[in-house]
């Protein structure tokens, strides 16, 4: 069963009080993953949050059938799928196990009651999770810049 300190070693969820965190517990559900197993998909109705407790998680953007780019690697008490707590959303890329891995997981739904029912729980949600998206959107930025600038052909133009 997992404890209010598991949840407190989560980064989003460092700033959560204790009662917050207790309410926490009931909903949380472990997975186990083996390596190349899939999280979710690019697609799938984006239905839970995750925490990543062990192991690692790829987040890949799929351009091809055969062609998936790797955006970013989720590292141990850091969370992925934030899509979830976004109404009427989809997951916008593939999340995989680079080895096997243990995840929690919450059902969205279950989330947002939460935040309905207690606006400084949703309050610190969205914070901690606007700045996980401005992470993920700056490191994104970063490559792409990167890329132009060792482009043969546009990196001469800076």
């Given amino acids: ?30 997975n186990q993953f083996d390596a190349k197993d899939y999280v979710f998909r690019q697609g799938d109705l984006a239905d839970r949050f995750y925490f990543l407790v062990k192991g690692k998680v790829l987040l890949e953007k799929r351009i091809s059938p055969e062609i998936a780019i790797s955006l970013s690697s989720i590292k141990p008490d850091f969370s992925f799928g934030w899509s979830a707590l976004l109404d009427d959303e989809n997951y916008t890329m593939d999340a995989v196990c680079a080895e096997p891995s243990q995840v929690l997981s919450y059902r969205a739904a279950k989330l947002k009651a939460l935040s309905e029912n207690d606006h400084s729980f949703g309050y610190i949600m969205s914070q901690r999770l606007l700045r996980v998206i401005k992470k993920r959107y700056n490191t994104v930025t ?3 810049i990167k890329a132009i600038r060792h482009h043969p ?4 133009l800076l």
Avoid: C, N
């Fill in 142 to 144: 970063e490559q792409f």
């Fill in 1 to 30: 069963m997992i404890s209010r300190d598991d949840l407190k070693q989560m980064v989003m969820l460092a700033h959560m009080s204790d009662e917050m965190l207790d309410q926490m517990i009931p909903i949380t559900e472990m």
């Fill in 153 to 156: 052909d546009l990196g001469s």
